[in-house]
Each structure stands twice: as C-alpha cells, then as structure tokens.
C-alpha cells in the first residue's frame, strides 16, 4: 500500500535494524504496546509475526517512511473472520501497532491508518473494522476515537497485557469499530486531516 507520506510494505527480516532504530528513539510512549528493544529482539518478533502469518492469522506490514525510506513502525491485520464463504475477510481488527515517536502523531500515521482502512473497506470490503486498545492507555485511546471509531465498550480480561508492571496478566480491553456505513464519512475525515482528495 502505497502513500504520499508512507508505504505499507509486508514484513520481512531484513526490517530489524531500521526498526530497532526507530524503537529506540525515546520509548516512553510505549508503556503499553509490545515494540522489542534491540535488533536481536526485533528480529525474533519479526519472526513470530512472520510465523503467525504463514499461519493465517494476521496480515503484517511495515511503515516505510517515504522522506528516508527507512522503516520506522509496524502494523497488523488480526483477528480475521470468515461469514459470506468468501476468500477475502468479512471482518478485520488493526492491531499491534507501534510507529517511532518522531512519527506519531502526524501526516505519516494518519495516512497509513487511511490506507489500511480503505484497503479493509474498499479492496476486502469487510462489514466491519475493530481497533482495540489497553483499557488504561488514554493516549490511544484517545487517537482511535480521533479517527472516527465509535467506542462499543470494556472486553473484560480480553487479551495479555504488553504494559511493563504486568505483562502476561489478563488486560481489559477497550474496543472501538468502524462500520462499512459510517467508512464514507471516516475516510473523508481522515483525507481532511491529511489535506487530500477523498
């Protein structure tokens, strides 16, 4: 997937080092996402989403800054469901994400939400979208309903927690969506904040 500020691009090992860079400036918004700490970390959690996809579980990419062309964040599909018997997804989750703090918070991290949007909504025509975050990360929490996501509630004890005083214990979780009805008006909010044609 392709952008003005930002390519989504299917992981690969030979990522690890950009990505290790990029984690490694400033983690302190990291608190509660699983963003690996060194090249050696990186590539074996490179391994395990590369691991997962061939398992069909999710669909991973990486951010690809289009000023550098370096690799600077990931981002997943998860959580696919099957109900129409077809090949392409009918719902998805994005997930797992972490972008390097000289990047969140603009162009590039509005714009690769737009893409993976309308990639779900207009090439998988999904029914719905789910973004789900750490009932306790106000930070993303906050983000997610930026983009237009209605918030439908607390999964409690839904998934592992990533935060570092806990990791491992049951987190809840706070559960937004996006319906393939109100896509039109979140992608023309999102092409706003991006200055751009929908």
Known sequence: ME????DLVPI???MAADLAAAAAVDRSTYQWALVPEGEA??????EWLLADRDAGKIVPFAHRARSTGRFVGCTRYLELRWFRGRPDPDEVEIGGTWIGAEHQR????T???LLMLTHAFETWNVWRVAIATDERNERSRAAIARLGATFEGILRNHRAS????????PRN???????EGEWPAVKQRLADRLGTAT
């Open 106 to 109: 603009s162009a590039l991290n």
């Open 111 to 113: 714009e690769a939400k």
């Open 3 to 6: 952008g003005q500020h930002v």
């Open 162 to 169: 990533w935060a570092a005083d806990d990791a491992g214990t």
């Open 173 to 179: 979780t706070a559960m937004f969506s996006i319906t």
């Open 12 to 14: 690969d090992l030979s």
């Open 41 to 46: 970390a990186m590539t074996a959690h490179l």
